[in-house]
């Protein structure tokens, strides 16, 4: 297999420097090997890049493009959707449908509110959650990520000297500039701990319990037996809101989310990501009871993008795509055979590796030797070394992100899975 040149995004990025800063509009696009990548074109599961390549993609925008690239579906709907007009700053039809989707998928979604990104909703339900209990703290699990704002960008990734005490963990921030106030209402646990939490949430004095109910930021890690069952009864006992972030598992793992791949329902979630197939939105979602407070009771939620028209139009025809009875089975089937393809082209290479994964997303985890149960697991995972085997791929055209996660879509045939897999073997055998 022939390896690829990336000389004119090397050249790209250079330009582009002199009026981006980095030569990106995100810090999540710099520090991968051999630098950030430009691109002219995208169709399903192919990125082309100004060097001319052709790249087998598992990035998917970081998660979204559930559908792969520029699917007709969501291109129609959406082009169709602009004749009328782009931003009305008042309601649409568009928008009364994408929320009904929503609420005949989503198991807690009884009323919707949209908002710009992951990151908006995340801060519109924690104020949600503060207004209705009358607390102030909320619990956010390490390892899990709910955006970058600095109330919540804590303890992501922090070492296992800065996390110190398992029991009571250190609130560690992500980057300079945080405030430090803004973490005072935070409260920092290891996830999958049910006895640790309950033990916290005694104290009554928590709003809301947040976490990604399968932690796909840092890895690719199931709930325990029980746990998520336990988080929720002991959250009732105690006066707390627990909290689905299922900005990645949305749609992913279920036409309805992990809360319904898992069978249990939280009482406020939210979703973003796969929700529009690369068209900037996101939703809270809950029962009307709750979010009814953000119409009569006070709870401000704004945002002069919420529930654009073409987000609208993407959603209703990302979702009416989702929701086809077979298409998470082909989703998980198509995820399975490429964590088997991994797994096996890494074991023949003599290269140690965990890898695990939902319908729609593996991640892998070179050095480990168990499976991972939680975040302070993950620390020994040989992050140089699976640089290396990230770039070793990219040279033979599979572009995968590398903190370890591979994003699967509907437009990942069996043969672009077998040329996956063969391109692992070969750069296994490369940093073997």
């Excluded at 390549?53 to 690239?69: K, V």
């Excluded at 119409?295 to 073409?310: K, M, P, R």
């Amino acid at each position: 297999m022939s390896t690829l040149s990336f000389k004119k995004s090397e050249d790209f990025i250079t330009e582009a420097s002199g009026y981006l800063a980095g030569g990106v509009s995100s810090n999540f696009r710099l520090g991968m090997l051999p630098g950030p990548l430009a691109f002219t074109k995208a169709e399903g599961a192919i990125l082309h890049d100004v060097d001319g390549n052709g790249l087998i993609d598992y990035y998917l925008g970081m998660g979204p493009m559930i559908l792969g690239h520029n699917p007709a579906a969501v291109r129609e709907k959406v082009a169709a959707s602009m004749n009328d007009g782009i931003l009305f700053g008042g309601q649409s039809q568009l928008e009364v449908d994408a929320a009904k989707l929503l609420c005949q998928i989503v198991p807690v979604a009884e009323r919707v509110r949209f908002s710009g990104s992951g990151s908006e909703a995340v801060q519109g339900v924690l104020r949600l959650a503060r207004a209705v209990t009358g607390q102030t703290k909320v619990i956010k699990f390490e390892g899990h990520y709910h955006g970058w704002f600095d109330n919540v960008l804590w303890s992501n990734a922090p070492s296992l000297e800065a996390a110190g005490s398992r029991e009571t963990p250190n609130v560690t921030p992500l980057s300079k500039g945080q405030e430090e106030e803004a973490s005072s209402g935070l409260v920092i646990l290891p996830w999958n701990d049910l006895d640790l939490l309950q033990t916290r949430l005694a104290q009554g004095d928590i709003a809301a319990v947040i976490m990604e109910p399968a932690m796909c930021n840092s890895g690719a890690i199931a709930p325990r037996d029980g746990y998520l069952e336990g988080a929720k009864e002991a959250c009732e006992k105690y006066g707390t809101l627990l909290i689905f972030d299922e900005t990645i598992t949305g749609f992913r793992l279920a036409p309805g989310g992990a809360q319904q791949y898992f069978g249990v329902t939280p009482h406020l979630a939210t979703f973003a990501k796969a929700m529009a197939n690369g068209f900037q939105v996101a939703a809270i979602t809950g029962p009307e009871n709750l979010m009814e407070l953000f119409a009569t009771g006070g709870v401000l939620h704004g945002g002069t993008y919420n529930s654009q028209i073409l987000s609208m139009a993407a959603t209703i025809a990302t979702l009416e795509n989702v929701s086809v009875p077979s298409f998470h089975n082909d989703l998980n089937n198509k995820s399975i055979k490429l964590q088997e393809g991994i797994e096996k082209a890494l074991a023949d290479a003599g290269v140690q590796a965990s890898i695990a994964g939902f319908p729609g997303f593996i991640h892998v985890g070179l050095g480990l030797t168990e499976k991972p149960r939680e975040y302070r697991d993950l620390i020994a995972i040989d992050k140089e070394r699976y640089r290396a085997l990230c770039h070793a791929m990219l040279k033979r055209g599979v572009r995968a992100l590398e903190r370890g996660a591979w994003f699967v879509s509907s437009t990942h045939t069996d043969d672009i899975l077998d040329e996956t897999i063969a391109a692992v073997r070969e750069a296994a055998e490369e940093i073997a």
